[in-house]
């Protein structure tokens, strides 16, 4: 059994229950002997690298529950995809501060990383276990069910588009909501949980795993306006056309070299005039980019999130604290009503790098909206969501 400190460090886009993670972590290494030092990485790597650490073990019970409650990430998060030398310096950071444990909190990325340090460890023969505690909205994680921080923000999307289709209702008229999902589909697909009443809003939803065609979606449209009288549109920020070109980018790239995508609002902005060609002179369009306002809102959380949260922090340092297998701490599902889940640790490389999507049978023939196992997928996750009134 290994013996020594231990280095935690969160990093990608926050969440709203990620700090659940890392304060059950943390109290899971309180309990356990072999692990003599807890310390908190300011911004993942990068402080790693500059040694840039916070003492975990002076904080009191109380402040870290509050502090498991507050969205976004507490050390500070980090979008850095290292190299060969940026690994090496982390590595010798942790030798030099006999570092036997690293847990880090992320998506695919965050897990190639860790994948890189243990193969590190193993070739130096250098005593040390590394284990990755899931998150991103994106839900885009291999092996596991789904993903921490998903369902809270597919919670806030599904309300969104609870109150943005009545105000729709209420007004008539056209209205656009781009969602997070540059690859995959899964926190647009959430807003069909909107829908109570035949006719609800969104009355269609565009995902990234389908060709987004220009003249279909305004045939889609003008559809669904002369059907109800008015329409409500999810669509990924990540929708390409048939040559895999995204619909509308700034051009610019982010560290990861992804274009951005949705952030100044332009394809709200290009789909907004697609939809003006379509229909005639003066009708009623609007659009809205949700973006970081979906991932960290606070309040507006899923109690199944925030017990998975805490659950995969504490079970990543137990089974690292008692084992030296490296590895990715997943979710399976063990029944979706009533839901229950349990955990394992998969491989790293199962999880690192490659990313997954909508599966076929989540989304419709047509392109344009979901099927009832997906809603059977995503609902238990989300949990219970008020119910909308009306007049008769």
């Not at 006719?199 to 389908?210: A, F, K, Q, V």
């Not at 609902?379 to 009134?389: D, T, Y």
């Amino acid at each position: 059994m290994l013996k020594g400190k231990m280095v935690i460090g969160q990093s990608g886009g926050p969440t709203a229950v990620i700090n659940q993670s890392l304060v059950g972590a943390v109290l899971a290494a309180r309990a356990q002997d072999n692990i003599t030092g807890i310390l908190g990485a300011k911004h993942g790597l990068k402080g790693i690298m500059e040694e840039d650490f916070i003492d975990l073990t002076t904080q009191s019970v109380a402040q870290l529950e509050e502090v498991a409650n507050t969205p976004a990430a507490a050390l500070g998060s980090v979008r850095l995809k290292p190299g060969k030398a940026e690994c090496e310096k982390v590595f010798e950071v942790f030798k030099k501060n006999d570092v036997r444990f690293f847990f880090y909190i992320g998506g695919n990325d965050s897990a190639e990383t860790a994948h890189i340090i243990a193969e590190m460890a193993k070739e130096e023969n250098y005593d040390f276990c590394t284990i990755h505690i899931p998150k991103t909205i994106d839900n885009d994680l291999r092996v596991t069910d789904h993903c921490p921080g998903f369902a809270s923000a597919a919670r806030f999307v599904a309300l969104a588009f609870m109150g943005d289709d009545r105000d729709n209702k209420a007004l008539s008229g056209v209205k656009i909501n781009v969602v997070m999902g540059r690859d995959a589909g899964f926190l647009t697909a959430a807003s069909a949980l909107a829908r109570q009443e035949e006719g609800d809003g969104p009355h269609l939803i565009y995902l990234p795993e389908r060709t987004f065609d220009v003249a279909q979606f305004k045939a889609d449209v003008v559809a669904m306006v002369e059907k109800h009288g008015r329409c409500v549109i999810a669509v990924s920020e990540g929708i390409v056309d048939a040559q895999g070109n995204p619909i509308a980018t700034t051009g610019e790239k982010d560290s990861h070299g992804n274009l951005q995508l949705s952030g100044t609002g332009a394809l709200g902005d290009t789909l907004s005039a697609i939809v003006k060609e379509a229909l005639p002179q003066g009708a009623r369009v609007r659009a809205d980019t949700f973006g970081y306002l979906q991932r960290s809102f606070p309040s507006i959380v899923s109690d199944v999130d925030v017990k998975e949260a805490r659950d995969v922090g504490v079970f990543a340092v137990n089974h690292g604290a008692s084992s030296v297998e490296n590895g990715s701490v997943a979710i399976k599902r063990e029944s979706s009503v009533p839901y229950a889940s349990s955990y394992f640790v998969t491989p790293l490389s199962t999880v690192a790098r490659e990313a997954t999507s909508m599966k076929d049978e989540y989304i419709n023939d047509a392109g344009n909206d979901v099927t009832q196992a997906w809603l059977d997928y995503v609902a238990p996750l989300v949990g219970q969501l008020p119910k909308m009134g009306h007049l008769i």
